[in-house]
């Protein structure tokens, strides 16, 4: 069984939760943890002093997404439960009282690539990995709060491509297109760590930011992608329950 994510002190004010070594795909068990990393980092007094949180996996991925061989197995209790807590995850991270950096060491597909775009910015390496929406060619239909968390963290120039057409972004593609802020030449992971350690501290600028504040306003800010994936029933689509079915 795996123990990802995990959460570490680096420094004494950047949380680093480390996704895996594999997929790292998404099941209620290993959103729960990440869950935890989280509220670990605002309720431990080791993490008092943090000001960023950096995500990262090692190996070829980032995360690639949702489990969806686990997810075909639960009932539809299970199914719903699993949506939930995937909605839960992404509002959590996108109102994070605290500056978030995702260090993209690899592919971020679908449900990893928006866990990346919840964050408040996103460094990619540049010698492996594709940043990409694929929905389009496994029939798959984004539900309400999940497309409007994709329109409100995208530019609107590629939401053609990335959105609809799945069209697949490199690192350096993806720093033109402005989904994430820097495109890093590097293979080592703590060095990937150090660049996004870097961009968190680029958005602080010096300051002291209030976790109450930051939070507050990141609330207001992406209250509309925020309340539909909040308020979602997250009874399970028919046309992902069919497409479920053929896997």
Same mark, same amino acid.
């Given at each position: 069984?795996?123990?990802?994510?995990?959460? !570490?002190?680096?420094?004494?004010?950047?949380?680093?939760?480390?996704?895996?070594?594999?997929?790292?795909?998404?099941?209620?068990?290993?959103?729960?943890? /990440?869950?935890?990393?989280?509220?670990?980092?605002?309720?431990?007094?080791?993490?008092?002093?943090?000001?960023?949180?950096?995500?990262?996996?090692?190996?070829?991925?980032?995360?690639?997404? $949702?489990?969806?061989?686990?997810?075909?197995?639960?009932?539809?209790?299970?199914?719903?439960? /699993?949506?939930?807590?995937?909605?839960?995850?992404?509002?959590?991270?996108?109102?994070?009282?605290?500056?978030?950096?995702?260090?993209?060491?690899?592919?971020?597909?679908?449900?990893?690539?928006?866990?990346?775009?919840?964050?408040?910015?996103?460094?990619?390496?540049?010698?492996?990995?594709?940043?990409?929406? *694929?929905?389009?060619?496994?029939?798959?239909?984004?539900?309400?709060?999940?497309? !409007? +968390?994709?329109?409100?963290?995208? *530019?609107?120039? $590629?939401?053609?491509?990335? $959105?609809? +057409?799945?069209?697949? /972004?490199?690192?350096?593609?993806?720093?033109?297109?402005?989904?994430?802020?820097?495109?890093?030449?590097?293979?080592?992971?703590?060095?990937?760590?150090?660049?996004?350690? !870097?961009?968190?501290?680029?958005?602080?600028?010096?300051?002291?930011?209030?976790?109450?504040?930051?939070?507050? +306003?990141?609330?207001?800010?992406?209250?509309?992608?925020?309340?539909?994936?909040?308020?979602? *029933?997250?009874? *399970?689509?028919?046309? $992902?329950?069919?497409?479920?079915?053929?896997?």
């Amino acid at each position: 069984m795996s123990s990802y994510p995990q959460l !570490e002190l680096q420094e004494s004010n950047v949380a680093v939760i480390c996704l895996g070594d594999s997929e790292n795909r998404f099941n209620t068990e290993y959103l729960t943890r /990440f869950l935890g990393c989280l509220d670990k980092i605002l309720n431990d007094e080791k993490f008092s002093d943090c000001s960023i949180v950096v995500t990262s996996g090692k190996g070829r991925f980032y995360s690639n997404g $949702i489990d969806l061989e686990w997810l075909v197995q639960q009932d539809r209790a299970g199914q719903t439960g /699993f949506v939930k807590c995937l909605h839960t995850v992404l509002a959590r991270v996108m109102t994070f009282p605290l500056v978030t950096v995702a260090a993209q060491n690899g592919h971020a597909f679908a449900g990893g690539a928006m866990l990346a775009l919840a964050h408040d910015s996103r460094v990619m390496e540049t010698k492996r990995g594709w940043m990409c929406m *694929p929905e389009v060619h496994l029939a798959l239909p984004f539900r309400p709060g999940m497309q !409007e +968390l994709l329109k409100c963290k995208t *530019p609107s120039s $590629i939401h053609r491509d990335f $959105i609809l +057409l799945g069209h697949r /972004f490199t690192a350096d593609q993806a720093k033109q297109a402005g989904l994430v802020d820097a495109a890093v030449l590097t293979s080592n992971w703590q060095e990937l760590i150090e660049q996004g350690v !870097e961009q968190g501290n680029a958005l602080l600028a010096g300051r002291d930011l209030a976790r109450d504040s930051l939070g507050m +306003l990141k609330a207001d800010l992406y209250a509309s992608p925020v309340k539909l994936l909040l308020a979602d *029933p997250c009874v *399970p689509d028919p046309r $992902i329950t069919k497409l479920l079915a053929r896997l």
